[in-house]
């Protein structure tokens, strides 16, 4: 299995979370990770695409959101596209799945929206088939930390993607 691992990241913690991703499947499969404002149009030969950003106001983030981040300091905020508009910009196909991750701070646990099932929502609208429910990643604070247990809860998740 071929799979490609795109993340948008703006304080480093969902780039940890995609490594994390990454290294799971990667004992069973053949993996690339991405920054998504580096990432290309989908590669023929890719079995799997894995698709993860920060949520932003109940969503994936946009350019005043990253605008937003960048004001409060945010290392990585700059530069476009985000996670939406890479998905926008991907052609319509029918033979790719997807799996969709996101990052959110822990005391927003059960708050509506979620950058994940956003992405799912846009890459259906592109005739990728989900290949999984979307899953979160937990940070205690806005710029992080990851949670305790995140990144063995990512390596994990990984590896139960490599087996769908």
Same mark, same amino acid.
Not at 83 to 112: C, M, N, S, Y
Not at 131 to 141: G, I, L, Q
């Given at each position: 299995?071929? @799979?490609? &691992?795109?993340?948008? +990241?703006?304080?480093?913690? !969902? %780039?940890?979370? @995609?490594?994390?991703?990454?290294?799971? *499947?990667?004992?069973? @499969? %053949?993996?690339?990770?991405?920054?998504?404002?580096?990432?290309?149009? *989908?590669?023929?030969?890719?079995?799997?695409? &894995?698709?993860?950003?920060?949520?932003?106001?109940?969503?994936? !983030?946009?350019?005043?959101?990253?605008?937003?981040?960048?004001?409060?300091?945010?290392?990585?905020?700059?530069?476009?596209?985000?996670?939406? %508009?890479?998905?926008?910009?991907?052609?319509?196909?029918?033979?790719?799945?997807?799996? !969709?991750?996101? !990052?959110? &701070?822990?005391?927003?646990?059960? *708050?509506?929206?979620?950058?994940?099932?956003?992405?799912?929502? +846009?890459?259906?609208?592109?005739?990728?088939?989900?290949?999984?429910?979307?899953?979160?990643?937990?940070?205690?604070?806005?710029?992080?930390?990851?949670?305790?247990? %995140?990144?063995?809860? @990512?390596?994990?998740?990984?590896?139960?993607?490599?087996?769908?």
């Amino acid at each position: 299995m071929r @799979a490609l &691992v795109v993340f948008e +990241s703006l304080w480093g913690n !969902t %780039e940890q979370v @995609a490594r994390a991703v990454a290294a799971g *499947l990667g004992e069973s @499969a %053949e993996v690339e990770v991405v920054d998504v404002r580096e990432a290309p149009a *989908l590669p023929d030969g890719v079995d799997l695409v &894995v698709a993860g950003g920060p949520t932003h106001a109940f969503s994936m !983030t946009r350019a005043s959101t990253r605008a937003d981040a960048v004001k409060q300091g945010a290392p990585h905020g700059t530069g476009e596209p985000g996670l939406r %508009e890479w998905l926008e910009a991907q052609p319509r196909t029918g033979h790719h799945r997807i799996a !969709t991750f996101d !990052t959110r &701070v822990t005391k927003v646990h059960r *708050l509506p929206g979620s950058a994940a099932r956003s992405a799912a929502r +846009s890459a259906r609208k592109h005739g990728y088939a989900v290949a999984t429910e979307p899953t979160s990643f937990y940070v205690d604070d806005t710029a992080g930390p990851l949670a305790d247990g %995140e990144l063995e809860r @990512a390596t994990a998740w990984g590896r139960e993607l490599a087996r769908l």
